[in-house]
């Protein structure tokens, strides 16, 4: 049986700080606070719907978790916060009462236009010790994973 201490000889060394996913954590930490302190009313999440909604203008809510990569359980609830906020507003499809569709209110447009040009800075922050290129390229290397 091998002990830990074999393990260690006979593996190349660990180091966490190098591991993708330690460095995947902090960037997104260092992201989070940054929208956390430029957009304290709202959640990222709840900004990835109204981003969304402003360029969908009416979608159901189905379409709507799945074009923002969230699970249905968890847009119903961002749905429902958003709707208590009164930035988005639901009524059942014209073609299938089962279905809701979403939409903004006026409140919700006008919130929207705002956030996006706050998360344009936001996004500019994150990355403001990138050069453009750089900045290209990390995104080029993070949408192949």
């Not at 995947?24 to 981003?51: G, K, S, Y």
């Not at 979608?59 to 749905?79: C, E």
């Not at 209110?105 to 998360?119: I, K």
């Amino acid at each position: 049986m091998t002990n830990l201490a074999e393990l260690q000889t006979q593996t190349a060394p660990y180091q966490l700080e190098d591991q993708v996913g330690f460095k995947l954590r902090l960037a997104n930490q260092r992201h989070l606070e940054i929208f956390n302190r430029r957009m304290p009313d709202i959640t990222p999440t709840q900004f990835a719907v109204l981003a969304k909604l402003r360029d969908e203008v009416k979608i159901s809510q189905n379409q709507l978790g799945r074009l923002v990569g969230m699970d249905a359980a968890t847009t119903k609830g961002v749905v429902d916060r958003l709707r208590k906020k009164g930035l988005v507003q639901s009524s059942p499809s014209a073609t299938d009462m089962r279905r809701l569709e979403i939409s903004l209110t006026d409140a919700g447009v006008a919130f929207a236009t705002d956030a996006v040009e706050t998360a344009l800075d936001i996004s500019a922050e994150t990355v403001g010790n990138l050069t453009p290129r750089e900045v290209e390229r990390l995104l080029t290397l993070l949408d192949k994973l």
